[in-house]
């Protein structure tokens, strides 16, 4: 069993900051990928960002130089700093971890930012 909790969303106006994490905990295999998706209303899950075990980062267009991934493979943690945010990054964040070919996926938490 494996549990994603995370924390961090909330309101923010625009061209300020928020830091999302998210935990993994439960009896797994090494944890994989972890990355974040956003999911505005009305429309499809996109990428946010993902990272690999070793550290490899991939960002989806619209937030490259604002946001940064990183993890803490000891804490079975994944972070995402995102700055100089936008009303287009208000969203529905998730996070997900990888164990071996199985993705597991957080509950989500709503990043809005106002104008």
């Known amino acids: 069993q494996v549990q994603l909790v995370e924390s961090g969303g909330g309101l923010v106006q625009a061209g300020g900051s928020l830091r999302l994490s998210c935990s993994a905990s439960?009896?797994?295999?090494?944890?994989?990928?972890m990355g974040w998706y956003r999911q505005a209303p009305g429309k499809q899950r996109d990428l946010v960002a993902t990272i690999t075990r070793a550290g490899n980062t991939n960002y989806a267009d619209s937030v490259k130089g604002r946001f940064a991934i990183s993890r803490d493979n000891a804490k079975n943690t994944v972070y995402v700093q995102m700055n100089s945010l936008k009303p287009e990054d208000t969203a529905v964040y998730y996070c997900?971890?990888?164990?071996?070919?199985?993705?597991?996926w957080g509950q989500g938490t709503q990043v809005t930012v106002s104008s």
């Open positions: 997900y971890v990888r164990l071996l070919v199985t993705d597991y």
């Open positions: 439960g009896s797994f295999f090494p944890v994989g990928d």
